[in-house]
């Protein structure tokens, strides 16, 4: 399924400032809510813009820091992935960018890093149950003034994707909510396909 899909999604965000602000998008409307009501979101955000009542709290200064800033955002984050640097340094410098995205945390920055660059992974709530986690350890803020905080906290975050796999947190998130919601999906594989689905407003397929 990532080696799909994931991969897919994550040529599709690196091919134009617009097709990142897509993925960014789907990854803040997914907060707090259902996978399978993801692709109806999108639809109702690009038709009505401002005026979707899918924009809520902090989507809506998520949806207003993306289209001011999403060549910016695109710009910065294609100099990480064409860099030199190796793929830590990558994942931090690419977690610092989506960290600034308003209403973004480590675990949905975590995930575009995911969709866009094959790095990290989002630890949701579900995963936290998954893999027994302690949930506080994954708390950040980006008002903690100390710079040596604020990295040594996504550090951490991005050492326990690791230590999990990117790629196993992809594949097992998926099966994990085809079983939990079989009334939505039909097994892991559609879950999974609904990433570059939604991303790309396509229909949904099996």
Known sequence: MYNLHATEIQSFAQKS???LF????????SIQQRWDTVGKQMEDVK???LDSKYLWGNKVKTYK???????????????VINSKHDNDTKALKLMEIFLRVDGLGLAKAGFVCQLFAGLVGCID????????????KLKYSNNIKCVI???????????????IGTEKLWNNWCNYLALRNPKAWRD???VSAAHVAYAKGEALGG
């Not at 897509?22 to 803040?28: F, P, W």
């Not at 709530?125 to 506080?136: E, F, K, P, V």
């Open 47 to 49: 038709a009505e813009g």
């Open 125 to 136: 709530t579900h995963n936290i149950r998954m893999y027994q986690l302690d949930s506080n």
């Open 149 to 163: 905080k604020r990295r040594s906290k996504i550090n951490n975050y991005i050492k326990l994707c690791g230590f």
């Open 65 to 79: 820091y993306l289209l001011a800033k999403k060549y910016f955002i695109y710009a910065q984050a294609m100099a």
């Open 17 to 19: 400032a617009d097709n």
């Open 188 to 190: 892991g594989y559609h």
């Open 22 to 29: 897509q993925v960014i998008l789907m990854v803040a409307l």
